[in-house]
T-cell receptor, first 112, second 114 residues
Framework: NAGVTQTPKFQVLKTGQSMTLQCAQD?????MSWYRQDPGMGLRLIHY???????DQGEVPNGYNVSRSTTEDFPLRLLSAAPSQTSVYFC???????????FGPGTRLTVL | AQSVSQHNHHVILSEAASLELGCNYS??????LFWYVQYPGQHLQLLLK??????LVKGIKGFEAEFIKSKFSFNLRKPSVQWSDTAEYFC????????????FGQGTTLQVKP
């Protein structure tokens, strides 16, 4: 049982490049979320999903896309990277909206 | 809209001192409340949570939190901190409805001096 896994751990992009941050969980959780963590701002919700095929926007969705084709995977796509997207990204999953969220180890992204 | 406010951004304590971190939330319905901790170099993990029942909730490592509905508060406490409690602490609120959204506060960095 690996829990929540994220790849890559570190990534450097140039402005305008696109990429996908991977997130997978093996706990059969319906709920998955993406957060970004910035100093002094805590964690902000980017997108979330309440099950396969269902996604919705969080607090800061602009510049990011998600899809949920399977229960296990919830990739986050940066369409055209900007320096403002330099951050640490965390994926999380839970069995229900009210339950404990399990976090992945994070991806540290730098956009030059 | 949901919001969470943590009043203390950076707290420095000596070992054995008592700790109280403030958390206030804004939400119009039923809420579930959480405290998460992020130790240096590690990812977030649950410290404690409140769903219903006894408003005084006990978590791991001697932490507790009290839900005061009238004050929209969920403050975290520990009677005697240790150097190993040095970490960043996040309060979070999950609202009612089948949405899966969890809103976090800005976080409080706790530094415990040995």
């Amino acid at each position: 049982n690996a829990g929540v896994t994220q790849t890559p751990k570190f990534q450097v992009l140039k402005t305008g490049q696109s990429m996908t941050l991977q997130c997978a969980q093996d706990m059969n959780h319906e709920y998955m979320s993406w957060y970004r963590q910035d100093p002094g701002m805590g964690l902000r919700l980017i997108h979330y999903s309440v099950g396969a095929g269902i996604t919705d926007q969080g607090e800061v969705p602009n510049g990011y896309n998600v899809s949920r084709s399977t229960t296990e995977d919830f990739p986050l796509r940066l369409l055209s990277a900007a320096p403002s997207q330099t951050s640490v990204y965390f994926c999380a999953s839970s069995s229900s909206w009210a339950d404990t969220q399990y976090f992945g180890p994070g991806t540290r992204l730098t956009v030059l | 809209a949901q919001s969470v406010s943590q009043h203390n951004h950076h707290v420095i304590l000596s070992e054995a001192a008592s700790l109280e971190l403030g958390c206030n939330y804004s939400y119009g319905g039923t809420v579930n409340l959480f405290w998460y901790v992020q130790y240096p170099g590690q990812h977030l993990q649950l410290l404690l949570k409140y769903f219903s029942g006894d408003p005084l909730v006990k978590g791991i490592k001697g932490f507790e939190a009290e839900f005061i509905k009238s004050k929209f508060s969920f403050n975290l406490r520990k009677p005697s901190v240790q150097w190993s409690d040095t970490a960043e602490y996040f309060c979070a609120v999950g609202g009612s409805g089948n949405t899966g959204k969890l809103i976090f506060g800005q976080g409080t960095t706790l530094q415990v001096k040995p």
